[in-house]
Structure formats: structure tokens, C-alpha cells
T-cell receptor, first 120, second 110 residues
Framework: EAGVAQSPRYKIIEKRQSVAFWCNPISGHATLYWYQQILGQGPKLLIQ????????DSQLPKDRFSAERLKGVDSTLKIQPAKLEDSAVYLC??????????????????FGPGTRLTVT | RKEVEQDPGPFNVPEGATVAFNCTYSNSASQSFFWYRQDCRKEPKLLMS???SGNEDGRFTAQLNRASQYISLLIRDSKLSDSATYLCVVNLGGYNKLIFGAGTRLAVHP
């Protein structure tokens, strides 16, 4: 079974430039997540989609970050304009759908290899 | 206060040693708990879930204490291949939102 695909794997840009990352989740996984992992820290959730709808974007810096998942499959994450502190690995993950029922239930999140962004 | 706190390490241990990692979480409404493993410059991967009754998977034992909001991971008979960062992870429930600790780095040497 193919895993989560991400591209590009590496990107170097100057501050104030824009950049976009692409993610293709595991086939059949309706839930897609974008995380930011700064060196020395754990991944931090930026945005979560269920099919093509957003269920959590509370930690997405909306003045510069945007994400979309138009057809409920692939997703793109964009940063415009980039700042030095955006240097990080951007991880995409996917899982089976979770209906958000009381008590919740966990479906394993499968991560892609990430995109390592350096802003100079 | 961080939502999930871990000792960053590094823990440097010889092969065959037993090593234990601890983690505390702040949200008492947390639903489920996990340990993920992250190799250098790689993505995180689920190592094991953590249950109140304690659970074991080969050389790995995980334990949860809900009253103390404390999670542990014990690795017995350490192998060189165990060298990695171990992330303590809490699921807040709802839409499967995971909160990751910063990780504890383990280095196993010959």
C-alpha cells in the first residue's frame, strides 16, 4: 500500500517569498492533517481536513498560511509571505475518518516524509 | 505550561540496558495516549498505544496513570536500532487531534 506522498522534499527560499507544499494521502483516508515541526520540538497541528472541509485550523497563522483540499484528496499548504521563523519540517498525515463522537476514537495517523523548508 | 512535557534527554545507554522515559500531560480530558518513534530526519511512526492497565509489545512496556496524568515507556534489552526520538502523544478526542511532546532522544551505543 502506498504511503503518504509529499513534495517537494526540500525547499530553500528567502524571507517574504511564497512557497507551496503538496500532499497526497493514503487512498481511502478521508482525514488529512498538516503539521509544522520546528527543530527540537514535536509536530504541531496546523490544520485538519475531513474530506474537503476544515475541522480544526485553530493554530494556523491565517495571515500568512493557507491550505486547501478541493476534491477531498490532495492538499496544498501555502505560506505567503514567509518569515525566518517558518523554517521547519512540514509534515502531512492522513487517517481514516473520525466522526468526532463523544469519547472520540483513535485512528492511526500515517505521516509522509515531510518537506524541509529553510527561509533565509 | 506545555500540554505534554518530556525530558528531552539525550539518554545514552549501552546495548542491553533498560531505559525508561516519562511524560506528563496537562489536560485531564485527554482521551487516549500513544508513543511515537521518530528516527533522525524521518517522519514519526506509531510505536504503541498506552492503556491504563499497562501494555507490552516485545521489549517495550507502556503505562498510563490517569490520576497523576503520567505516561511511561520502558525499553528492555536496548538495541542499537532503538536509537531514535520517542514522542509522547495525547489524543484530545473529538476529531482525533493529537498533541505531541517535544520528544526524548535515545542513543544506544555498543
Amino acid at each position: 500500500e502506498a504511503g503518504v506522498a509529499q513534495s517537494p522534499r526540500y525547499k530553500i527560499i528567502e524571507k517574504r517569498q511564497s512557497v507551496a507544499f503538496w500532499c497526497n494521502p493514503i487512498s481511502g483516508h478521508a482525514t488529512l492533517y498538516w503539521y509544522q515541526q520546528i527543530l527540537g520540538q514535536g509536530p504541531k497541528l496546523l490544520i485538519q481536513f475531513q474530506n474537503n472541509g476544515v475541522v480544526d485550523d485553530s493554530q494556523l497563522p491565517k495571515d500568512r498560511f493557507s491550505a486547501e483540499r478541493l476534491k477531498g484528496v490532495d492538499s496544498t499548504l501555502k505560506i505567503q509571505p514567509a518569515k525566518l521563523e517558518d523554517s521547519a519540517v512540514y509534515l502531512c498525515a492522513s487517517s481514516q475518518i473520525n466522526w468526532g463522537l463523544a469519547g472520540g476514537s483513535h485512528y492511526e495517523q500515517y505521516f509522509g516524509p515531510g518537506t524541509r523548508l529553510t527561509v533565509t | 505550561r506545555k500540554e505534554v512535557e518530556q525530558d528531552p534527554g539525550p539518554f545514552n545507554v549501552p546495548e542491553g540496558a533498560t531505559v525508561a522515559f516519562n511524560c506528563t500531560y496537562s489536560n485531564s480530558a485527554s482521551q487516549s495516549f500513544f508513543w511515537y518513534r521518530q528516527d533522525c530526519r524521518k517522519e514519526p511512526k506509531l510505536l504503541m498505544s498506552v492503556y491504563s492497565s499497562g501494555n507490552e509489545d516485545g521489549r517495550f512496556t507502556a503505562q498510563l496513570n490517569r490520576a497523576s496524568q503520567y505516561i511511561s515507556l520502558l525499553i528492555r534489552d536496548s538495541k542499537l536500532s532503538d536509537s531514535a526520538t520517542y514522542l509522547c502523544v495525547v489524543n484530545l478526542g473529538g476529531y482525533n487531534k493529537l498533541i505531541f511532546g517535544a520528544g526524548t532522544r535515545l542513543a544506544v551505543h555498543p
